[in-house]
């Protein structure tokens, strides 16, 4: 089993800047792809970014690009959300996923439903 551990989520002003992280333990972390979700309330679940076992390769959904940066440290076990330029609708429970490399060929996914294993999540709120 692999056990995931969001923190860093807090209230923050419009504009302002967060990072997450997502400590992961049970199993060789550079077996998983990672990836972030959000639920904003009242709203489904969304892909916010992905990044591959080596950190080489990264996805961000569109409303993110340019704002959200996704890094890894494979010898720490930990996945990181860097936030910037944060708006009111950025609001949401920030998730982290663990999706395993082996036998993929596309080394990341927006698909929810190919994680294998979730963190409990982490609240921010972005106050305008």
Known sequence: QLQLVESGGGS??????LTLSCAVSGRA???FAMGWFRLPPG???EFVASISW??????????MKGRFTTSRENAKSTVYLQMNAL?????AVYYCAALSRWGRVVPTSRNEREYDYWGQ????????
Request: glycine share 12%; hydrophobic share 20%.
């Open 12 to 17: 923050v002003q419009a504009g302002g800047s």
């Open 29 to 31: 972390f550079s077996d």
């Open 43 to 45: 709203q489904e679940r």
């Open 54 to 63: 080596s950190g080489s390769s990264t996805d961000y959904a569109d409303s």
């Open 87 to 91: 708006k009111a609708e950025d609001t």
């Open 121 to 128: 999540g982490t609240q921010v709120t972005v106050s305008s």
